[in-house]
């Protein structure tokens, strides 16, 4: 086994003939410090849109320099499979990039985190074999490569149903069995025992594919109940483990580089997974295992009876006539009905008008972290229009018409009012202030969490019924007669 | 595998380090921010050649080709993407009076 040779070993080491390899192994170190330094500016650069792009640069500067470190170093190597590999990764990896449309995004990242998973997955499973081919596993090294595993193998699947849910082809209204956390517990607890039973006899190598079966199964069953609109979480969550499972094998491959990258992955995942929690005044557990459930109070017949006011696209084209100050507030349905060009045409049209137009944006609208700033770039909308909640809430009693486009429980005052409703607490938008509000639409249908929305039914709410695109599209047709 | 406590250490620094860095990124960038930090992870590409480099049975040859491939997935397609996002984020283009 080659192992680097860092510094405090290199002094007993340095017998004439290692010259060669010592020094590939300093050029190992050299590259490896610069790789892992341009992958913490990379992250600092990101930070904001005027830098982000050079983020990006260092990140894949750096990610050559530490292949091609880790080539010299490792000259015993079968480049022909490793070239084979990186070619076939590139004819994979590329059109995943170049093709993929925006609103697919969240599912292209959950298919990345399951590919990231796999990477880590199989090389801790190759390296298991490989030291049980030399008889040299010793018990420490064991337990943190069966953790590894473990977590690379739930990921896998985990992300690959998360893929599956985004993609709308595994039915998101699998809410799993009744005992499913029985169940899960059980899977766990298996593996955990698989895994200490490993830990204790390294050489047991049967038990090793138990252990992988055991990973895989517990993402499926952990992942399957979970629904739509906690995806942002879920997402959030399986990147962390993803890189914590990089930075394991770091560990056990005494790659300091693998142990940093993996490090700021995880940390990454774990940042976001306490914005989306937050966001939806959750924890951790209740997103896991919490299962959401229908409130007791009113029924939408009461809430709705009568006081639903449904308008015309010419209605609303009108009252958007003399407005000053529009907000938009886009949730997952823009996402869906594709709608994040019109909106912006639309917007072009308010503007000439002289009115002012921002778009607020609740942190868990979409299907991922940030997906809707993306869709609304990619409108070209100027991204200072882009508004975080804390920021806008305050304003919209200043807000002469907000627009609401396929979001629903992010809006909905509830929150506020009813402390047993099951989003009570949820940070929301504070739309019902705005002095007109219009909701875009396809019927009173609710939400993910299941409950009527009071917004609806306001005095101060005209509902546009139809697909988002279309109504949109209608919206601006009669704004340009009138 | 030896030398556990300075690998803690490494682990604990750039932890913390990531959360504050990442602790200022703006929301308005967590897509790109995910697919970004989801190719840099991709560096197992590294483990996949170092583990080739130890084993030299068949079997570990395809699983660390295997991984080769699935990182190298992430790395070409993270990158390019998250590039392709952040080129559509824009500023307000001044106005004209």
């Given at each position: 086994?080659i192992?680097?040779?860092?510094p405090?070993?290199?002094?007993a080491?340095?017998?004439?003939a290692?010259?060669?390899?010592?020094?590939?192994?300093w050029?190992?170190i050299a590259s490896?410090?610069i790789?892992?330094?341009l992958f913490?500016?990379?992250?600092k650069?990101?930070?904001?849109?005027?830098?982000?792009r050079?983020?990006v640069?260092a990140?894949?500067?750096g990610?050559?320099?530490a292949v091609?470190?880790?080539?010299l170093?490792?000259?015993?190597?079968?480049?022909?499979w490793i070239?084979i590999?990186?070619?076939?990764?590139s004819l994979i990896g590329?059109p995943?990039?170049?093709?993929m449309p925006?609103?697919a995004?969240?599912?292209r990242?959950a298919?990345?985190?399951?590919?990231g998973?796999?990477a880590a997955?199989l090389?801790?499973?190759?390296?298991y074999?490989?030291?049980?081919?030399?008889?040299?596993?010793?018990?420490?090294?064991m337990?943190?490569?069966?953790?590894?595993?473990l977590?690379g193998?739930?990921?896998?699947?985990?992300?690959?149903?998360?893929?599956g849910?985004?993609?709308e082809?595994v039915?998101s209204?699998?809410?799993?069995?009744p005992?499913q956390?029985a169940?899960?517990?059980?899977i766990?607890?298996a593996?955990?025992?698989?895994g200490?039973?490993?830990t204790?006899?390294?050489?047991?190598?049967?038990l090793?594919?138990i252990?992988?079966i055991?990973g895989?199964?517990?993402?499926?069953c952990?992942?399957?109940?979970i629904g739509?609109a906690?995806?942002p979480t879920?997402i959030?969550?399986l990147n962390?483990?993803?890189?914590?499972s990089?930075?394991l094998m770091g560990f056990v491959l005494?790659?300091?580089?693998l142990?940093?990258?993996?490090?700021?992955?995880?940390?990454?995942g774990?940042i976001l997974s306490?914005?989306m929690?937050?966001a939806m005044n959750?924890?951790?557990t209740?997103?896991?295992?919490g299962?959401?459930?229908?409130?007791?109070g009113g029924t939408s017949?009461?809430?709705y009876?009568?006081?639903?006011?449904?308008a015309?696209p010419?209605?609303?084209a009108?009252l958007?006539e003399?407005?000053q100050?529009?907000?938009?507030?886009?949730?997952?349905g823009?996402?869906?009905?594709?709608?994040?060009?019109?909106v912006?045409e639309?917007?072009?049209e308010?503007?000439?008008n002289?009115?002012?137009i921002?778009?607020a944006?609740h942190?868990?609208?979409?299907?991922?972290p940030?997906?809707?700033?993306v869709l609304?770039?990619?409108?070209?909308v100027?991204y200072d229009?882009?508004?975080?909640?804390d920021e806008?809430n305050?304003t919209?009693?200043?807000?002469?018409?907000?627009?609401v486009?396929?979001?629903n429980?992010v809006?909905n005052?509830?929150?506020?009012t009813d402390?047993n409703?099951p989003?009570a607490?949820m940070?929301?938008l504070n739309?019902d202030?705005?002095r007109n509000?219009?909701v875009i639409?396809?019927?009173l249908?609710?939400g993910f969490?299941?409950?009527p929305n009071?917004?609806?039914a306001?005095d101060?709410?005209?509902?546009?019924?139809?697909?988002?695109?279309?109504a949109?599209i209608?919206l601006?047709?009669a704004?340009k007669e009138g | 595998m030896h030398?556990?406590?300075?690998?803690?250490?490494?682990?604990?620094l750039?932890?913390f380090l990531?959360?504050e860095v990442?602790?200022?990124?703006?929301?308005?960038?967590?897509t790109?921010l995910?697919?970004?930090?989801n190719?840099?992870s991709?560096?197992?590409?590294?483990a996949a050649i170092?583990?080739?480099?130890?084993g030299?049975?068949?079997?570990?040859?395809v699983l660390?080709t295997?991984?080769?491939?699935?990182?190298?997935t992430n790395?070409?397609?993270?990158?390019?993407i998250?590039?392709?996002?952040?080129?559509?984020?824009?500023?307000?283009k001044?106005r004209?009076d």
């Amino acid at each position: 086994m080659i192992n680097l040779p860092w510094p405090s070993g290199l002094l007993a080491q340095a017998a004439p003939a290692e010259v060669d390899y010592i020094a590939n192994s300093w050029l190992g170190i050299a590259s490896y410090l610069i790789a892992a330094a341009l992958f913490i500016l990379s992250l600092k650069w990101l930070s904001h849109p005027r830098t982000a792009r050079r983020g990006v640069r260092a990140g894949e500067i750096g990610m050559t320099i530490a292949v091609i470190g880790t080539l010299l170093i490792y000259r015993a190597v079968s480049y022909k499979w490793i070239f084979i590999g990186m070619v076939v990764g590139s004819l994979i990896g590329a059109p995943m990039a170049v093709w993929m449309p925006m609103t697919a995004v969240p599912q292209r990242t959950a298919l990345s985190h399951a590919f990231g998973a796999l990477a880590a997955a199989l090389v801790g499973t190759a390296h298991y074999y490989t030291l049980y081919g030399d008889a040299a596993i010793d018990r420490f090294t064991m337990a943190i490569l069966a953790v590894e595993v473990l977590l690379g193998s739930l990921t896998f699947t985990g992300s690959l149903v998360a893929f599956g849910k985004l993609q709308e082809l595994v039915p998101s209204s699998i809410k799993g069995l009744p005992n499913q956390n029985a169940i899960n517990f059980s899977i766990l607890g298996a593996a955990l025992v698989v895994g200490i039973w490993l830990t204790a006899s390294p050489m047991q190598h049967w038990l090793f594919p138990i252990l992988i079966i055991l990973g895989l199964a517990f993402g499926l069953c952990l992942v399957i109940p979970i629904g739509g609109a906690d995806m942002p979480t879920v997402i959030s969550l399986l990147n962390s483990y993803a890189g914590l499972s990089a930075s394991l094998m770091g560990f056990v491959l005494d790659n300091y580089l693998l142990i940093i990258a993996g490090a700021l992955d995880g940390s990454s995942g774990l940042i976001l997974s306490i914005v989306m929690c937050k966001a939806m005044n959750r924890s951790f557990t209740n997103v896991l295992f919490g299962r959401m459930e229908p409130s007791a109070g009113g029924t939408s017949d009461d809430i709705y009876a009568g006081k639903v006011k449904s308008a015309t696209p010419e209605d609303v084209a009108m009252l958007l006539e003399g407005a000053q100050r529009v907000i938009f507030v886009p949730g997952y349905g823009l996402a869906v009905a594709q709608a994040q060009h019109t909106v912006r045409e639309l917007a072009t049209e308010l503007e000439r008008n002289g009115c002012t137009i921002e778009y607020a944006i609740h942190p868990v609208a979409g299907r991922m972290p940030g997906h809707m700033n993306v869709l609304l770039a990619e409108a070209d909308v100027p991204y200072d229009q882009l508004k975080e909640m804390d920021e806008i809430n305050p304003t919209f009693a200043q807000c002469d018409v907000a627009i609401v486009i396929g979001a629903n429980d992010v809006v909905n005052p509830l929150a506020r009012t009813d402390p047993n409703s099951p989003i009570a607490g949820m940070p929301i938008l504070n739309v019902d202030q705005a002095r007109n509000v219009v909701v875009i639409k396809r019927s009173l249908s609710p939400g993910f969490a299941g409950i009527p929305n009071p917004l609806f039914a306001a005095d101060n709410c005209l509902m546009l019924f139809g697909d988002g695109k279309k109504a949109l599209i209608e919206l601006v047709a009669a704004m340009k007669e009138g | 595998m030896h030398n556990l406590e300075p690998k803690l250490f490494t682990f604990l620094l750039a932890t913390f380090l990531g959360l504050e860095v990442i602790r200022r990124v703006s929301p308005l960038l967590h897509t790109p921010l995910m697919s970004l930090t989801n190719a840099i992870s991709a560096i197992s590409v590294v483990a996949a050649i170092q583990v080739m480099s130890e084993g030299h049975t068949t079997f570990n040859h395809v699983l660390c080709t295997l991984g080769v491939i699935a990182a190298m997935t992430n790395i070409i397609g993270g990158f390019w993407i998250t590039d392709r996002m952040l080129k559509m984020f824009r500023r307000e283009k001044p106005r004209r009076d």
